[in-house]
């Protein structure tokens, strides 16, 4: 089972609304959030037991993964404190 989150920068104003996070009902696979250096941009991709991990904007390979739970990060576009928030609702 799995939730969402939200993603939003105060500065820059950079968002992303309703990111998929978590577990199904099997280990694999599974969603989990990321920061993508090359476009910029955040949210959820799908993590395989014998692929890597990409970009959901520009497929880029070997996007750096958050953990679960993350609450702030650096905004990919300017570089601020930008924040999760984990918002109501589950998906299984």
Not at 23 to 43: I, M, Q, R, T, W
Not at 68 to 77: A, F, L, M, Q, T
Request: aromatic share 14%; with cysteine; net charge negative.
């Amino acid at each position: 089972m799995g939730w969402f989150v939200d993603f939003r920068c105060p500065y820059c104003r950079y968002e992303e609304a309703g990111i998929g996070v978590g577990h199904g009902k099997s280990e694999f696979p599974y969603l989990a959030l990321f920061c993508c250096d090359n476009c910029k941009s955040v949210g959820s991709t799908w993590i395989r037991e014998s692929e890597s991990p990409r970009c959901g904007a520009c497929y880029q390979e070997n996007v750096r993964l958050l953990a679960d739970d993350v609450h702030s990060i650096e905004c990919p576009k300017c570089g601020e404190p930008a924040f999760f928030a984990r918002r109501e609702g589950q998906w299984s």
